[in-house]
Structure formats: structure tokens, C-alpha cells
Nanobody, 120 residues
Framework: QVQLVESGGGLVQAGGSLRLSCAASGSIFSINAVRWYRQSPGKQRELVAV???????NYADSVTGRFTISRDNAKNTVYLQMNSLKPEDTAVYYC??????????????WGQGTQVTVSS
């Protein structure tokens, strides 16, 4: 059974940094694109960043220049380095990966989310 588990969230002051991790476990053949989303109360889920298998990246305008997405294919882990955090970055952050399990077909998986709170 393939699972995605996020970690690294927490409480930080404005201007601070956090690094989120999204670790995939289970019987995995390959991990294609992985995306980080966030959702704050009363708002729709927002795409924050995406990284392809080859490492190409793309970011939401609101985080460009402050957040960096990266991946370690050997560890089946994707990271989101968040710098210069702002109170408006407060949200639950979710990772979503398109994963091909061993003997299976490409499927979208979601993690359980990790809370990021930025105080002013």
C-alpha cells in the first residue's frame, strides 16, 4: 500500500523558515510529478508548487522567490523549503503525488496534511 506522509509543519514567526517533507512509502515503481497544495479556513485549496520527475519546477506567484520545491528520488521524498514566511502562508499543507505502484497503474495519492502557522 502506497502512502504519502507530510512532516515539518509548525509554528513560526513572520520572516522565519520551515522545511516540509513529503515521504512516499510502500511498493513503488516510480513517482512522477509531485505537488504541494495548501488550504486555509474558508478558502479553496491552492496549488503552491510542483516538481516533475526530472526536477522541473513551477510555483504560485504568491510564493515565487520564497519557496523552493526539491526532490530526492533515492529517498522517495519531496521537500518544500519555505523562507520569509508571512502570516498569509498559514494553512494546512498537503502533498499530492502521481505514483506508479509495483504492478499497478499511475494513481494520484494525497498525504494527510501538515499545519503551518505563521505568527505576526
Amino acid at each position: 500500500q502506497v502512502q504519502l506522509v507530510e512532516s515539518g509543519g509548525g509554528l513560526v514567526q513572520a520572516g522565519g523558515s520551515l522545511r516540509l517533507s513529503c515521504a512516499a512509502s510502500g511498493s513503488i515503481f516510480s513517482i512522477n510529478a509531485v505537488r504541494w497544495y495548501r488550504q486555509s479556513p474558508g478558502k479553496q485549496r491552492e496549488l503552491v508548487a510542483v516538481i516533475s520527475y526530472s526536477g522541473s519546477t513551477n510555483y504560485a506567484d504568491s510564493v515565487t522567490g520564497r519557496f523552493t520545491i526539491s526532490r530526492d528520488n533515492a529517498k522517495n521524498t519531496v521537500y518544500l523549503q519555505m523562507n520569509s514566511l508571512k502570516p498569509e502562508d498559514t494553512a494546512v499543507y498537503y502533498c499530492n503525488g502521481f505514483i506508479e505502484p509495483m504492478g499497478g497503474s499511475l494513481t494520484s495519492y494525497w498525504g494527510q496534511g501538515t499545519q503551518v502557522t505563521v505568527s505576526s
